[in-house]
Every structure is written in structure tokens, then in C-alpha cells.
């Protein structure tokens, strides 16, 4: 069994940062993708960045530029100038398929998710 554990997560104002963090504990796989989602309720999970076993990185055209993943603990997520339309339940995902996706569907673990939420 894998547990995957989100923190970093809160309430800022417009233009600040935040770094949200996720651990892996339990049965550890050599996990090929790990990335980082978020749902407003309502809305379909949607892909915000991912990272490859062999460093390839992808972001969501919406974060592109203010947001960094990087591999620390198992995943972590550096997000600057932050904009109410950020606001979210950000949700750590890892997966054991080949290939870059943001596709929720290609990813095998979940986290329980942390709120941010971005006040203007």
C-alpha cells in the first residue's frame, strides 16, 4: 500500500507564493511520473505539472512560468504570483506508466489533496 501525504497548502493573498510538498510512505515503487493536480468543486480534476523518472517536465499553460516542480521528498511544487484563479484542492499524483500525461486517468496513486485558497 502507498500513501501519498500533501502539505503547504493554505490561504494567501494575490501575488504570493507557496510551496506545497508530498511524501511517499508504505510500499515505495520506482514510480516513472509524479505530478501535481487540482479540482475546484464542480469542475474535472485537471493537470497543473508533472515530472518524468528521466527529468522530462510539464506544465499547464496556466502556470507556465509561475509555477516549478521539482523532484524533493517525492514531489514537491513551487508557486509564485499567485492569482484567485489558482484556488483549488492541489492533489499529489504518481504513476508507473512510460510517457509524459497530465491525464489523471494515467496515474495510479492519489494524495488526499490541500486546499490553497488565493484572495485578491
Known amino acids: 500500500q502507498v500513501e501519498l501525504v500533501e502539505s503547504g497548502g493554505g490561504s494567501v493573498q494575490a501575488g504570493s507564493s507557496l510551496r506545497l510538498s508530498c511524501r511517499a510512505s508504505g510500499r515505495l515503487y520506482n514510480f516513472s511520473r509524479t505530478a501535481w493536480f487540482r479540482q475546484i468543486p464542480g469542475k474535472a480534476r485537471e493537470g497543473v505539472a508533472m515530472?518524468?523518472?528521466?527529468g522530462g517536465i510539464g506544465y499547464d499553460d496556466s502556470v507556465k512560468g509561475r509555477f516549478t516542480i521539482f523532484k524533493d521528498n517525492l514531489v514537491d511544487l513551487q508557486m509564485n504570483s499567485l492569482r484567485p484563479e489558482d484556488t483549488a484542492v492541489y492533489y499529489c499524483?504518481?504513476?508507473?506508466?512510460?510517457?509524459?500525461?497530465?491525464?489523471?486517468?494515467?496515474?495510479?496513486?492519489w494524495g488526499q489533496g490541500t486546499q490553497v485558497t488565493v484572495s485578491s
Open positions: 499524483a504518481a504513476g508507473l506508466g512510460v510517457g509524459s500525461s497530465l491525464n489523471p486517468g494515467d496515474y495510479n496513486f
Open positions: 515530472i518524468n523518472s528521466d
